[in-house]
């Protein structure tokens, strides 16, 4: 049986990776496919981002906030601004979707305005979000 040969796509090297509460939450937990995502973002030099309103859906104010806390010390954590809002509101309006936690990351991954790596647990949902945002990946973790 022949082995048919598979091509390997030349990933965009991202200037930005931006991180949903999934990512987050798994990152500090020390899931290998986040930290390998932080490893390259490192080498690579992008950037590592969280919207503010990541903090809401992963911080709890218990002792286990810890290692969140500890990720979010090397991380640039970016405001909820009007920009975004309507930008947010906009998407939520367009693709007929209600999840406007996931619609302030989607934005927030286009105001970054450079090539994005979004590491999400909610890949399908980003996905649909994200259409026709050239410069945003979506990478399910």
Do not use: F, W, Y
């Not at 909820?80 to 999840?99: F, I, Y």
């Amino acid at each position: 049986m022949a082995r048919r040969r598979r091509r390997l796509k030349l990933a965009r090297v991202p200037s930005a990776v931006l991180l949903d509460a999934g990512a987050l939450s798994a990152g500090a937990q020390g899931d290998p496919r986040v930290r390998a995502e932080l490893v390259l973002a490192e080498q690579v030099g992008a950037g590592v981002h969280v919207s503010s309103v990541t903090l809401a859906e992963a911080l709890r104010g218990h002792r286990r906030d810890a290692r969140v806390h500890a990720l979010l010390a090397a991380v640039e954590q970016h405001p909820v601004n009007p920009h975004v809002g309507r930008a947010a509101g906009e998407l939520l309006g367009r693709t007929g979707r209600d999840d406007t936690i996931d619609a302030i990351i989607a934005a927030t991954a286009e105001a970054l305005a450079m090539p994005t790596r979004l590491l999400t647990g909610d890949a399908d949902d980003l996905r649909t979000l994200t259409t026709g945002m050239a410069a945003v990946t979506v990478v399910p973790v």
